[in-house]
């Protein structure tokens, strides 16, 4: 069974960064692509960023240049690195992980999520 387990969101101000982390059971990240969603208050859950096995990422256009995907396979964890954030950012992430395409828009696997609040 496929656990996700978030960790790192909070408060941070506008212009700043923040690492959020995902750990993952078992060999998640080396059977499946793996990525972030986000949900903001009253709006729809929408994909942020992805990566495949090998490395290969894709992202959502409004978080292209800000935001970076990575992982290291051997601790089943991958990152998500958020620099200069924007109000429009605050929203719960959650973690994914299925085959791809898949993981970037219909993920069968979902982490609880962790709330990032970005002020302005």
């Known amino acids: 069974q496929v656990q996700l387990v978030e960790s790192g969101g909070g408060l941070v101000q506008a212009g700043g960064p923040l690492r959020l982390a995902c750990a993952a059971s078992g060999r998640t990240f080396s059977t499946y692509a793996v990525g972030w969603f986000r949900q903001a208050p009253g709006k729809e859950r929408e994909f942020v960023v992805a990566?495949?096995?090998?490395?290969?990422?894709t992202d959502a256009d409004s978080v292209r240049g800000r935001f970076t995907i990575s992982g290291d396979n051997a601790k089943n964890t991958v990152f998500l690195q958020m620099n200069s954030l924007k109000h429009e950012d605050t929203a719960v992430y959650y973690c994914?992980?299925?085959?791809?395409?898949?993981?970037?828009?219909?993920?069968?696997?979902w982490g609880q999520g962790t709330q990032v609040t970005v002020s302005s």
């Open positions: 990566r495949t096995r090998s490395g290969v990422s």
């Open positions: 994914v992980a299925d085959s791809w395409p898949a993981v970037t828009n219909s993920p069968r696997y």
